[in-house]
């Protein structure tokens, strides 16, 4: 990966914006930039001066195993949990600094406090949540690689659960087995809490695996993902325990044909909105447009959830590059739930299909 690259890129920006300096705390983006992994408990603080020069701040415990494994030469420790963690940024503010770059949603209050005591003549904060964002929203070759595999190892788990259903079998049983495969496959862990919910309660639906013992004749709905040298996948894949009802059967169809709808879509300068108005029309043509209560899909990179997002009012363009989820599901009270959720890469001329496991109700 060029780091050195992604930095420069972002410099870059910082200039267009009259920004001083760059503050980092979201662990994806810090990751974008350095390529070094942290435990899920442990943080760190990437900083960049408008020049494109880092400073990696990092836990004291992590300090000298990021002097050997990442590529920053500037590395510098701060106490973990303590009072006065931030106190390692102290340096970065000279009198040259004014406007700070920080991500919005990473930046807690107690943060935003400290920074702004920094300088010396005051502070302003400056989003740049979006700037990141689009740095990281096409996909590079050496990106697509990372995700193809982490879309591998997340296909070979699942077409193995499936093989594992079976009246009597725990939700939480086979959550279980799922999180065990993807670290025997080779995934650094799974992207997301994955989730199986079987049965009417699906229709919620609830989104954690439970106790509850499959029963013959409902549906179940296993969602799940690896993560692979940071980077994400997401697959869901609907079943039924026995015999599938027609009610059951109708509501699969309809979300599967939701999906078709959806790709079909999917190329360049196409907008969000539309590739989500194409699989809603399908659901609410059945009348069950009530029962689609999400979106039809979202970007997945480094985070699980980034952009594009495919939903109503969002106007983005689909660009080739770009890799993300499509995902419609029909939740119907009475009957159960079914979801198909592949991943996609956009293409100069449509998409690419990232995951690899039968999309029938089997």
């Given at each position: 990966?060029?780091?050195?690259?992604?930095?420069?890129?972002?410099?870059?920006?910082?200039?267009?914006?009259?920004?001083?300096?760059?503050?980092?705390?979201?662990?994806?983006?810090?990751?974008?930039?350095?390529?070094?992994?942290?435990?899920?408990?442990?943080?760190?603080?990437?900083?960049?001066?408008?020049?494109?020069?880092?400073?990696?701040i990092?836990?004291?415990?992590?300090?000298?195993?990021?002097?050997?494994?990442?590529?920053?030469?500037?590395?510098?420790?701060?106490?973990?949990?303590?009072?006065?963690?931030?106190?390692?940024?102290?340096?970065?503010?000279?009198?040259?600094?004014?406007?700070?770059g920080?991500?919005?949603?990473?930046?807690?209050?107690?943060?935003?406090?400290?920074?702004?005591?920094?300088?010396r003549?005051?502070?302003?904060?400056?989003?740049?949540?979006?700037?990141?964002?689009?740095?990281?929203?096409?996909?590079?070759?050496?990106?697509?690689?990372?995700?193809?595999?982490?879309?591998?190892?997340?296909?070979r788990?699942?077409?193995?659960?499936?093989?594992?259903?079976?009246?009597?079998?725990?939700?939480?049983?086979?959550?279980?087995?799922?999180?065990?495969?993807?670290?025997?496959?080779?995934?650094?862990?799974?992207?997301?809490?994955?989730?199986?919910?079987?049965?009417?309660?699906?229709?919620?639906?609830?989104?954690?695996?439970?106790?509850?013992?499959?029963?013959?004749?409902?549906?179940a709905?296993?969602?799940?993902?690896?993560?692979?040298?940071?980077?994400?996948?997401?697959?869901?894949?609907?079943?039924?325990?026995?015999?599938?009802?027609?009610?059951?059967?109708?509501?699969f169809r309809?979300?599967?044909?939701?999906?078709?709808a959806?790709?079909?879509?999917i190329?360049?300068?196409?907008?969000?909105s539309?590739?989500?108005?194409?699989?809603?029309?399908?659901?609410?043509?059945?009348?069950?447009?009530?029962?689609?209560?999400?979106?039809?899909?979202?970007?997945?990179?480094?985070?699980?959830?980034?952009?594009?997002?495919?939903?109503?009012?969002?106007?983005?363009?689909?660009?080739a590059?770009?890799?993300?989820?499509?995902?419609?599901?029909?939740?119907?009270?009475?009957?159960?739930?079914?979801?198909?959720?592949d991943?996609?890469?956009?293409?100069?001329?449509?998409?690419?299909?990232?995951?690899?496991?039968?999309?029938?109700?089997?």
């Amino acid at each position: 990966m060029d780091y050195a690259g992604r930095l420069r890129a972002l410099a870059g920006r910082m200039r267009e914006k009259d920004i001083d300096l760059t503050l980092l705390f979201d662990r994806d983006n810090v990751r974008y930039f350095t390529g070094f992994r942290l435990n899920q408990a442990a943080c760190s603080i990437l900083a960049v001066d408008r020049e494109g020069c880092p400073t990696y701040i990092v836990a004291q415990l992590d300090f000298e195993r990021a002097k050997r494994e990442c590529w920053i030469e500037r590395i510098v420790p701060f106490p973990e949990d303590a009072p006065n963690r931030l106190s390692a940024l102290g340096p970065l503010f000279h009198g040259a600094v004014r406007r700070v770059g920080v991500e919005k949603a990473s930046l807690t209050l107690r943060h935003a406090e400290y920074l702004r005591g920094l300088g010396r003549t005051g502070v302003e904060l400056v989003d740049i949540e979006g700037l990141v964002a689009d740095l990281r929203l096409i996909k590079t070759e050496e990106e697509l690689i990372y995700i193809r595999r982490a879309a591998e190892i997340a296909s070979r788990v699942m077409r193995t659960i499936l093989r594992e259903i079976r009246p009597g079998a725990t939700e939480a049983e086979l959550v279980g087995l799922v999180e065990y495969l993807l670290r025997r496959e080779g995934a650094e862990g799974a992207s997301f809490e994955p989730f199986l919910m079987s049965g009417e309660e699906a229709a919620w639906p609830r989104r954690v695996a439970s106790g509850k013992s499959l029963q013959r004749g409902e549906l179940a709905l296993l969602d799940m993902g690896a993560v692979y040298e940071g980077y994400c996948s997401d697959i869901t894949r609907t079943f039924p325990v026995g015999e599938p009802t027609e009610k059951q059967r109708r509501i699969f169809r309809v979300t599967r044909e939701a999906q078709e709808a959806a790709l079909a879509n999917i190329r360049p300068g196409v907008k969000a909105s539309e590739v989500d108005h194409a699989a809603r029309e399908v659901i609410e043509a059945e009348g069950l447009g009530e029962f689609f209560p999400h979106l039809t899909g979202h970007g997945v990179g480094l985070s699980i959830h980034e952009d594009p997002i495919l939903d109503r009012g969002m106007e983005m363009e689909l660009r080739a590059g770009m890799v993300m989820t499509v995902e419609p599901g029909v939740y119907l009270p009475g009957v159960g739930a079914a979801r198909v959720e592949d991943m996609v890469v956009v293409t100069q001329t449509g998409y690419e299909i990232l995951t690899d496991v039968p999309r029938d109700l089997v």
